[in-house]
């Protein structure tokens, strides 16, 4: 068991023990007018996964200051690498669809590619466009002014790679960092939907800058 440390692989889901395959150990020393008066130790160890082989780099770390109510230290420990992607203003349907997307990833490009145009038609849908077709959605969206011009484009090669998917077009030609890229686009666009209003939201609210005022100006 001490090859191994369980938890989560982020990219492809797998909850288990993933394997060490590499570790760096780093201590520091804080100085006050010359004189060591604190460590810092960090712990890197690289985990690959025993499913979709991605690599994780786990990070532990501690310092002399770090010691819970008995007085005995203990240790921070994350996962750095890849990044966590945390999006709590997407609909549950809309997220369960990308995290499928994200998953499969690893497994099976074409699958996988599907499913981030599933995600694209889902956000079109929820946002209450009517129209029978992702093409026409996507020109909806854009009358609505709820996807700006560029973010539109990643939504038509998102469309047309997802066409190619489905019928089994150039599935030979596809790449991990294509369905990479493809994932961007779509975390982009929940982005600049559902979590960056909600930020504006709270910072216009937090120091009252009034910015429905501003609004309210613009349209008169």
Do not use: W
């Not at 440390?5 to 201590?27: F, M, P, S, W």
């Not at 966590?84 to 497994?107: G, H």
């Not at 930020?199 to 910015?211: D, G, M, R, S, T």
Request: charged content about 30%; hydrophobic content about 35%.
């Amino acid at each position: 068991m001490d090859d191994y440390i369980l938890t989560t692989c982020r990219d492809c889901g797998n909850k288990g023990l993933l394997k060490k395959v590499a570790q760096y150990e780093q201590n520091l020393l804080d100085y006050d007018e010359g004189e060591p008066v604190a460590t810092a130790e960090y712990l890197y160890i690289l985990l690959e996964c025993p499913v979709c082989k991605s690599v994780s780099l786990y990070q532990r770390y501690g310092n002399d200051h770090m010691l819970d109510y008995k007085g005995a230290e203990y240790y921070e420990e994350e996962i750095v690498y890849p990044q966590e992607r945390i999006f709590p203003n997407v609909p549950k349907d809309i997220l369960k669809s990308y995290e499928a997307a994200v998953k499969t990833a690893k497994v099976d490009l074409s699958v996988s590619m599907i499913a981030i145009r599933a995600v694209l038609e889902k956000i079109c849908k929820e946002r209450g466009t009517n129209r029978k077709n992702l093409e026409s959605m996507l020109k909806q969206m854009v009358e609505k002014h709820i996807l700006p011009e560029t973010l539109d484009k990643c939504g038509f090669i998102i469309r047309k790679m997802g066409n190619n998917g489905a019928h089994g077009d150039d599935d030979s030609m596809l790449t991990k960092r294509d369905i990479a890229e493809l994932i961007d686009f779509i975390e982009t666009i929940m982005y600049y939907i559902y979590e960056l209003p909600v930020k504006v939201y709270k910072l216009n609210k937090k120091y009252e800058l009034k910015l429905e005022e501003r609004e309210n100006e613009q349209t008169q």
